[in-house]
């Protein structure tokens, strides 16, 4: 062998590389992995998703969380079934950065697709692997093999768990033993008990807020008066001399107090806030004027959406603007997390949605190498989208920290919560559309918005609110457009159905005057509900019947079966006329344009002294592709059809130049429970077809249909939501 040259090749991963040291060349080639199915693209060995176990259970993994979706209870029943194994011997650990795989954030209704996808495949290539131990120890082939609930039977019987000390799934997935055909399923497609369920309707330990560990402490957080104000003093020994209390924590603006028992941290943070000193801070819009002030602001503007064709003469041409406000994800309880630092090693326990990038973010911050911080995901009560669970987090590790070997749990009260966590942001939506002989014949929708993802995990920001208060203060990253078509503020901004001529831009709002991240479907909902809201305008110019009009502008049969189910279900009558108080009105779309189809009729009832809207009735109908547990996917549905009636006709919040006025449930009024629509839904099972992400569908066509159904039985239109009393008085005047 030549010493002064040297060729090897080394595969890891599926990449190749091809090394030379020697003369003057060197050479180095990459081949691309092949490509994976759903998260196994990025998480690629076996053992990561699945391990059998001697004492007859299989563990699987997932990156991730449950949130209230029922998410691991499906992603279960894909495992069990793909496994031939009860559903009961399945345990699923999911969104632990020391133990799962790294499937970034639970969001976009993307879980069943993506995890969903992964374990399907997992499973059925270790049920391959075992069919095959399971054969040679038999001495017969695989095809004459059977299995029933892990007992594998042939000439002879051997189980999973005897085979367990023998299985080595510390491999690559291959992904080419096949999952079942559908026809084969006794598992997914049954209406199986959510395994989130009981403890949450027995007192049991069921969220984050629950957990309580061996010496845990207490700690509070002390927020400024406005965003942006700095603190200029503060007294600590006084609070230092209270009750119970451990520690006074405070880096540059960072403020909070640890202690003994919860009520005396709550106390303390009182007197730290009665003795806190602050000055200076951001102005915020005025609320009279806010939308102007929103769409003077700097923005970066992206085409996202065009055709050209020509128009006719003679074309009816109208126009409308309308808005969505700043909304709150008012969790039903605040933000919580729980924090141990020792031996310089940190854990958290966080209803984040991204443990993965929390963990980064959080290690960022604090200095820390990641792999010295663990995020441990454990489910907060209430919540879908970027509320205040990743600033907890960081927090307590703050409190932690400073603490050294004391676990401690840190609640945000009801006003950190209201005040200070990332909204909806508020939007608008100009469109202008032509009509001729019936058929819309050009299409031009522009939409403002601030970011909708202002998440931890980014590379170019420390989005953590306590962070940016910090002596060495950090800086969130810049707003960024996200690539269609998921889109952000311009989600579901591209219309789907057929004109011929269209085009559609998304100006992002580069400031934030207020903080604003991603709530449930993000743009989606006020881009539908503009869409939606436009269609039946146009229809009433064009004198035909909106849910007609709707399906002469769709080809796609898998759309027009979700407007003709629902229709269907709510006995529409074309050409049908609201009845004085009461209306009905249609909303469509699929969400993200690649996922879930869904059709809503809403009927409203409008008290024209009062100016209250009340939502009586709503029918939906929904295409998810392939259903993995229609109970489940019936609840996420009707889930989102009540929260949107809420966002719809209730939810905004209040602020001033000075600051958010929207501190408790009296200045953020929210949906109650005697005025919840009566929800009928219509699913629309395909087997054969992929399922598709459901927990984000419902919320745009919900309130396009509400909006329309008031117009319908009023004959006027609201524009710009919620339909507040006083709008709705201002609107029939």
């Not at 994976?36 to 969380?65: E, H, Q, Y």
């Not at 009279?288 to 769409?295: F, G, H, P, V």
Request: glycine share 10%.
């Amino acid at each position: 062998m030549n010493t002064n040259r040297r060729d090897f090749l080394k595969s890891a991963g599926g990449i190749v590389v091809a090394f030379s040291w020697g003369g003057s060349t060197a050479l180095a080639q990459q081949v691309a992995p092949p490509a994976l199915p759903g998260s196994l693209g990025t998480n690629r060995m076996l053992d990561g998703w699945i391990r059998v176990n001697p004492a007859g259970t299989v563990t699987v993994f997932t990156g991730k969380c449950e949130l209230g979706q029922g998410i691991l209870t499906a992603l279960t029943q894909i495992a069990a079934e793909e496994l031939d194994v009860a559903y009961e011997r399945v345990e699923i650990v999911s969104a632990d950065t020391a133990r799962t795989p790294n499937e970034g954030m639970t969001a976009g209704s993307t879980s069943v697709e993506n995890s969903g996808t992964a374990l399907r495949f997992a499973c059925a290539e270790a049920r391959q692997i075992l069919l095959e131990l399971a054969a040679a120890k038999l001495g017969v082939a695989v095809a004459n093999l059977s299995v029933a609930d892990g007992t594998v039977a042939g000439a002879g019987e051997v189980t999973y768990w005897e085979l367990a000390s023998e299985v080595n799934l510390e491999r690559e997935a291959s992904a080419q033993a096949q999952p079942k055909p559908p026809a084969q399923h006794g598992i997914v497609g049954r209406s199986l008990p959510r395994r989130d369920i009981p403890a949450k309707v027995t007192g049991g330990a069921a969220f984050v807020q629950d957990l309580r560990l061996p010496g845990m402490v207490h700690g509070r957080v002390v927020r400024p008066p406005r965003y942006g104000a700095r603190l200029d003093g503060v007294d600590e020994a006084r609070v230092k001399a209270m009750p119970g209390v451990i520690a006074v924590v405070r880096d540059g603006s960072f403020l909070g107090v640890v202690a003994q028992r919860e009520e005396q941290a709550i106390n303390a943070r009182l007197m730290l806030i009665a003795t806190a000193e602050w000055s200076g801070g951001s102005e915020l819009p005025d609320p009279a004027t806010m939308y102007e002030e929103l769409m003077s602001l700097r923005t970066e503007d992206r085409v996202i959406g065009e055709k050209d064709a020509p128009v006719p003469a003679g074309a009816k041409v109208i126009e409308a603007t309308y808005h969505r406000p700043y909304q709150a994800h008012a969790a039903i309880a605040p933000s919580c997390a729980v924090a141990e630092f020792k031996d310089g090693k940190l854990a958290v326990w966080t209803h984040s949605q991204g443990v993965f990038p929390l963990r980064a973010t959080i290690a960022r911050a604090l200095g820390l190498e990641p792999r010295d911080v663990r995020c441990i995901h454990a489910e907060g009560a209430g919540c879908y989208g970027h509320n205040g669970a990743d600033d907890v987090a960081f927090d307590a590790a703050m409190l932690a920290r400073a603490v050294d070997g004391w676990p401690v749990r840190l609640q945000w009260m009801r006003d950190d919560e209201f005040r200070w966590e990332p909204y909806g942001p508020a939007m608008t939506m100009k469109v202008k559309g032509a009509v001729a002989g019936g058929r819309v014949v050009d299409w031009t929708y522009d939409v403002w918005s601030q970011s909708h993802n202002m998440r931890p995990g980014r590379p170019d920001g420390i989005n953590l609110l306590g962070s940016w208060y910090l002596a060495d203060a950090k800086q969130a990253g810049p707003a960024r457009h996200a690539a269609q078509p998921n889109g952000a503020g311009d989600r579901n901004a591209i219309t789907l159905y057929d004109f011929p001529r269209q085009r559609t831009t998304h100006h992002l709002i580069m400031e934030n005057p207020v903080r604003t991240s991603a709530l449930r479907a993000l743009g989606a909902y006020a881009n539908v509900f503009a869409i939606e809201s436009f269609m039946d305008e146009l229809a009433a110019a064009a004198g035909i019947d909106p849910v007609a009009f709707r399906l002469a502008h769709i080809k796609d049969e898998r759309e027009r079966a979700v407007i003709e189910a629902v229709a269907r279900a709510a006995a529409w009558k074309p050409g049908e006329e609201g009845r004085g108080p009461r209306g009905r009105g249609i909303g469509y779309a699929r969400y993200k344009t690649l996922a879930t189809y869904s059709a809503v009729i809403a009927e409203v009832e409008v008290n024209r002294t009062t100016g209250i809207v009340k939502v009586p009735r709503i029918w939906i109908s929904a295409d998810a592709g392939q259903i993995i547990n229609p109970d489940g996917l019936t609840n996420q549905i009707e889930g989102g059809v009540i929260q949107s009636a809420s966002w719809t006709l209730h939810e905004h919040v209040r602020f001033d130049r000075n600051g958010i006025l929207s501190q408790d449930w009296m200045n953020y009024p929210i949906l109650t429970m005697p005025d919840v629509p009566r929800v009928e839904t219509v699913l629309i099972d395909r087997p054969n077809e992929r399922a598709l992400g459901v927990g984000e569908a419902a919320q745009g066509p919900t309130a396009a249909a509400i909006a329309n159904a008031f117009a319908a039985a009023t004959g006027r239109r609201i524009r710009e939501l919620p339909l507040t009393p006083e709008r709705v008085k201002a609107a029939l005047a």
